[in-house]
């Protein structure tokens, strides 16, 4: 009888413990995101730039967990996004040469992506665009999150 207490208590503690685990994973990111940029730097952003593009929750590679919407402009300096992120760890910007929404569609064309930087804020960002950046060569923007490898979302801007 005590063997098989001792069983159920390591049990228990073992699932709490993966619960507070996965619980930190998903809450962390929410703890530690930046805030959102200001309204007038966005506005100003927008405002310049060259491309527009949307972020839609239902692509096929998003889910309830994974998902993005809202605005993304993208001009000579930055890509600016106004709208929401659903919170995650590691999250990616990348320009593609074509629309993605699936992950096995982000792998096969990783290759030939550009990447622009972390994405560190849920409600809306601005990401400066790497220097001599062709955005002509680029037809899409894709968040990803690596450490996962989950595709988020994405917006086709031309």
Do not use: N
């Not at 073992?14 to 730097?41: M, R, S």
């Not at 972020?55 to 709208?83: I, K, N």
């Amino acid at each position: 009888m005590r063997r098989r207490a001792w069983l159920g208590l390591a049990a228990s503690h073992a699932a709490v413990a993966a619960a507070g685990f996965a619980g930190g994973i998903y809450v962390l990111p929410i703890l530690t995101a930046a805030p959102p940029p200001p309204a007038a730097e966005l506005a100003a952003l927008q405002q310049a730039a060259t491309y527009r593009g949307v972020f839609q929750r239902a692509l096929a590679g998003s889910d309830r967990l994974h998902w993005g919407e809202g605005e993304v402009a993208v001009g000579p300096a930055a890509v600016a996004h106004t709208g929401r992120l659903a919170p995650g760890p590691d999250y990616q910007l990348y320009l593609a040469p074509s629309f993605v929404d699936t992950e096995a569609a982000f792998l096969a064309l990783k290759p030939r992506m550009r990447h622009v930087g972390p994405v560190k804020g849920f409600d809306g960002f601005v990401l400066p665009l790497p220097a001599g950046i062709d955005l002509t060569a680029y037809d899409t923007v894709v968040v990803w999150c690596e450490s996962f490898g989950e595709f988020i979302t994405a917006a086709k801007y031309r």
